[in-house]
């Protein structure tokens, strides 16, 4: 079995598509998980763009020890020198320099020419090399640009000590036959590396024709060794292939691909659970792997042909990927040993102030809840994670509506041990709960976002409501989670609240 390297840039190329921005913090928490998952490389973002950017790549780098982490930067010593200085802490790192190969980039978005781009690709590769071992060169839109230059680009790029050429399908363009053709074309023409092997060819494929899963496939059939992608296809426009599909589709038809990955199969599920939670986004249903309809049988002769075997309709199992049956685990009488014990079962560590804060909530669930689940448990624990100073906490809340009075509501918030109650009328009760608080904490942003979904099931289900806050050009995302919607969405109001208050 020939391995194949799995880097995953959800905190770089991920994070730049609408909606889906994360401060440091909930980087951090998503390194953690996609060194679980047991990803070869996380790309946790391009330092230069922002401060705050900066700020993340060097958190990451702190906290993973296991993973190589890599920053991006473009063909420029600034970029380049900015990058490495945010890696300095990390154990394993990677500097990812690029830049576009096309002639159309060329002209029309850097306006230099070719021989040009050979040269800044020389410069800034051997600078990458004398500041980190691990350099990988990118030619953007190297599918649209004309073979040959592409080629002398990449080979620059080894000549000058690039350890590992990447070749992005920046705008989900080539066909799977076509990317046969070309890394067939690259791996017999590419230079050898200063050590004399042969170096390895990446791809980065996005889906904007909704291929980026088959080239990808078609590329490391054809000897590509190397997949770069994120969690849930997130990314610009149509987003970047999806790595759970690649994962399971080499893992599924390990046969016929004869290619092996070094990815924890039952850390998935978890992974893109938590990539929906931290950006707020829904996974669709008929996702892929991980939708909620992935493993649902409706039709009565499916569901018959299942129960008989589920290899009739399964090609995969839910266990597998990390799906586990939703059986009761603890009651309100297990204590924090036990519970301890559970998170660390469904494969999470926790540092002790974050079990603190998770097995306070599981005490407050299992005060309310007859049954707690798995599932709850790992939504506790996945809103424990992020551990921002409660600059207001709730205290009590009333909201009362119906078709014949307007909304209303009172919210008492605490703040330095103080109560502060406001009143406030509202298009439904939701919306005076958050004047309310608006009246209360005085700091002004607009509501652009607020999604509820239940994570649990049955009766007394937790629900989770995400709302997305924006101040001037910055966005934060809120979480909150209970087995009531009013307070769960105050709740979630409430944590962006404070993360902006914070920042
Ligand atoms: O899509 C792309 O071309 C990229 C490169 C910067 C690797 O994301
Ligand atoms: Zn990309």
Do not use: W
């Amino acid at each position: 079995m020939r391995r194949i390297r799995i880097f995953d840039t959800t905190l770089r190329d991920g994070e730049q598509a609408p909606g889906c921005t994360m401060n440091p913090r909930e980087k951090v928490e998503l390194a953690r998980q996609l060194e679980r998952l047991g990803v070869d490389v996380i790309e946790a973002g391009f330092p230069v763009s922002s401060p705050d950017d900066f700020e993340a790549v060097q958190a990451v780098a702190k906290t993973i020890t296991r993973s190589t982490v890599a920053a991006l930067c473009r063909a420029v010593p600034g970029d380049i020198e900015t990058a490495a200085k945010a890696l300095e802490p990390a154990k394993r790192s990677r500097l990812h320099v690029f830049i576009a190969t096309s002639d159309l980039h060329l002209k029309e978005k850097l306006n230099i020419t070719r021989e040009k781009a050979l040269e800044m690709i020389a410069q800034s590769v051997a600078l990458a090399r004398s500041l980190c071992d691990d350099v990988e060169f990118s030619a953007e839109d190297a599918t649209r640009s004309d073979r040959e230059f592409l080629l002398a680009a990449l080979n620059t790029a080894i000549d000058a000590g690039a350890g590992i050429v990447n070749v992005p399908d920046t705008v989900g363009y080539i066909t799977p036959e076509e990317m046969t053709q070309l890394i067939t074309y690259l791996k017999d023409n590419l230079h050898k590396g200063k050590d004399g092997e042969e170096v390895p060819i990446s791809v980065h494929c996005h889906n904007d024709l909704g291929m980026a899963v088959a080239n990808s496939l078609a590329a490391v059939r054809a000897g590509a060794s190397q997949v770069e992608g994120t969690i849930n296809g997130i990314g610009e426009r149509a987003g970047n292939v999806s790595l759970e599909e690649i994962i399971m589709a080499l893992d599924t038809r390990g046969q016929f691909f004869g290619l092996e990955t070094g990815i924890n199969l039952r850390q998935i599920y978890r992974t893109c659970r938590l990539v929906s939670t931290v950006i707020g986004q829904k996974i669709p249903p008929n996702k892929p792997v991980v939708g909620r309809n992935a493993f649902n049988h409706e039709a009565g002769i499916h569901q018959h042909g299942v129960l008989k075997n589920p290899l009739t309709y399964e090609i995969m199992s839910p266990q597998a990927i990390g799906i586990y049956d939703n059986d009761l685990v603890l009651g309100k009488h297990s204590g924090k040993h036990a519970f301890a014990q559970r998170v660390e079962e469904l494969g999470y560590t926790l540092p002790e102030s974050v079990l603190e804060k998770a097995f306070a909530r599981f005490l407050a669930l299992a005060d309310r809840k007859k049954r707690v689940t798995n599932k709850d448990i790992e939504a506790i624990v996945g809103a424990a994670g992020y551990t921002i100073p409660e600059t207001y906490r709730l205290h009590s809340f009333v909201v009362n509506s119906g078709t014949v009075i307007s909304a209303t509501a009172v919210v008492k918030l605490i703040r330095d041990g103080e109560e502060i109650e406001h009143v406030a009328r509202g298009d439904g009760p939701i919306d005076a709960a958050f004047k309310a608080i608006d009246r209360i904490v005085k700091v002004g942003f607009q509501l652009v976002n607020y999604s509820i979904h239940s994570v649990t099931e049955g009766e007394d289900a937790q629900g989770e409501v995400v709302v997305k806050l924006r101040q001037g050009e910055r966005t934060v995302t809120g979480r909150g989670l209970s087995t009531d919607i009013f307070e769960a969405s105050l709740k979630a109001y409430l944590n962006a609240v404070n993360k902006i208050i914070a920042q």
